[in-house]
């Protein structure tokens, strides 16, 4: 077969390449402020690459480059959401960015890098590639932060994810330094055989299995290496925000599926033991200290801890309804947190962040249509029905009593609970409570238009979750060849 | 215990101990004189694993290229000690309580047991092996796609980097050509509309009128 044929699994991450180095270059010949050129170059890139995949796919799995990228139904519909929010996220951001004169080309080049290591690492199935793919992303990531230079909070939040981040990374690679040490190989199903051979030392594997798991655990933000995120989801632009909590979630649970569920399934005692403990902090933590925040990012930050932690107990109730019902989960929360986040840089404007919870008292006279897709959000996030985030929550809850655990969903309902309060708090300020502030809301026709669609997709998926639960239930058996 | 086995505990005792400097010294040129140090020892461990190509890069990049800049940068900062220091103490306690755990919990999963073994045969390679072509043809070929990979990396590197601290200063002076050849009369001349009376030159005329006589 022609070499290049062969490479047709790889055609989206090459063409997504070719495009950000086009689109640096095209860049520097674009003067406008509004810099239209580059943003609908970006966006043709962003549909050329799910055209690529969609026209790519092969059925089964298919490995190139000697076992180190892998191509499977789970990375397709991965890849293909992630390229959905990261064109939703310039669609969100691109008033915002250009009233604060950060929307450069700069800014989109490093978003379609970051894509590229999002992608690499949904598709990677050797601990390189998986390692490489996670710092491509990091290191665009920990610019965009920055971007913001006279911002003193921002050069802040980029310094603290920049030390800690490089922190987890150095733990990681310790960890699978051991696990190499220990198995000989990198590649995750070769890892995989060989502990399940019990060729393997077990006492190494298990050191070097607490260091990959606080490795994860830090790119994931849960407790208790959950320090960086209100900080950086507080510090960073709101666009930059957006990015970070929306489609990297869905890079780093493929991440995790390749590294604990892939390679080292034959220590799933070990780990789920982990993972419970993180996941239980995280869910307390993240919904107690949210209650106690007025600034509204900082309380998303601690809402994302609380989810990561219900993310978890997916992957602990195992099997096809534990991972099936954690994809869901990711899914659901990246859609849910595109709406809230873009809701904070739609009613923002210049010299004004609308991301205090004083700044959303009565909405419902300002503008009464924000005001319902803030419900809606606010509602799914809860978890509330008839949204898709009770569904999300139910599903993830179905799996964790079915697999036995049912002490730990008494624990996650609780939390949830708990967590209700603030959530529901937004909606009695926007509902109940007289506006601060009457200055109009200017809504852009493109960034409204996609919030409600945002929302009412929170409500259409809620009401008819089936056909996303399949898709999720499908890819996950096929990946990871379930019963 | 054999010659290697005791030359590795030399460079890793050495390797430790100034890593352990690096962030205990007070004087931070001190600091990246030990972090050579630490990098010098870790090129001797790789030669003992048989990778002469990665410890000569290591000590050519590292300790010849990275540190004597890094020296440079060290020595223009005007690096206040004594703030770096603020609230140290009050969070020792903390820090060495949790150093503590972690130690007594490693020790207690790795310490009481047999030395651990990797299961991997580890074969011993003769003197003229080339370690420099095995790494390049592995590089290339098996290990193309983390190499394209880190190049990726390092252009993301260079555009954050030049993203980050590239300002436009507008106190610059510089030269636009097309504006220069745009320009009209109007914008470089002004005609001024005087009035013109008698009285108020008569001063003059008398002058003149003088110089006449």
Partial sequence: MDYLATLSPLYAEIFLLVMACTILIVDLFVTSLGKTPTYLLVQITLFGCAFLTVSTYQPGIVHLFNNMFVDDLMSDVLKLLSYLSMSMVLVYSRTYLMVRGLFTGEFMVLLLFSLLGMMVMISASHFLSLYMGLELLALSLYAMVALQRDSAISTEAAMKYFILGALASGLLLYGISMLYGATGTLEVNAVSDVIARGAADKNLLVFGLVFVVAGLAFKLGVVPFHMWVPDVYHGAPTAVTLLISSAPKLAVFAFVMRILVEGLQPLLVHWSGMLIILAVLSMAVGNIVAIAQTNLKRMLAYSTIAHMGFLLLGIISGGLDGYGSAMFYAVVYVLMSLGSFGMIMLLSREGFEADNLNDFKGLNQRSPWLAFMTLLLMFSMAGVPPTVGFYAKFSVLQAAVSAGYISLAVIAILFSLIGAFYYLRIVKLMYFDAPESHATISVQPGSGLLISINGLALLALGMLPGSLMSICAVAVKQSLLLP | ?213
Avoid at chain 2, 107 to 136: D, F, Q, Y
């Fill in chain 2, 1 to 213: 215990m054999s010659f290697d086995t005791l030359v590795f505990y030399m460079f890793a005792a050495v390797a430790v101990l100034s890593a352990i400097s690096v962030i205990t010294v007070r004087n931070p040129v001190h600091a990246a004189l030990f972090l050579v140090l630490a990098f010098v020892s870790s090129a001797g461990i790789w030669l003992l694993l048989e990778a002469e190509f990665l410890a000569i890069t290591l000590v050519l990049v590292y300790v010849g290229a990275v540190m004597v800049l890094f020296l440079f940068v060290v020595m223009m900062l005007d690096i206040n000690i004594a703030k770096l220091r603020e609230g140290f103490w009050r969070w020792f306690p903390f820090g060495v309580t949790l150093a503590i755990v972690m130690v007594i919990q490693m020790v207690a999963v790795v310490g009481n047991r047999p030395a651990m073994e990797t299961g991997v045969a580890i074969t011993k390679h003769a003197a003229n092996h080339s370690n420099t072509k095995e790494l390049g043809r592995v590089i290339y070929t098996d290990y193309v796609y983390p190499f394209e990979l880190a190049a990726i990396v390092l252009l993301v590197a260079i555009i954050a980097a030049i993203a980050l601290t590239l300002r436009h200063r507008k106190d610059a002076k510089s030269q636009d050509v097309a504006q220069q050849v745009m320009v009209k009369k109007a914008d470089r001349i002004r005609v001024i509309p005087m009035p013109s009376g008698y009285q108020e030159v008569s001063g003059y005329k008398e002058a003149s009128g003088q110089e006449k006589t």
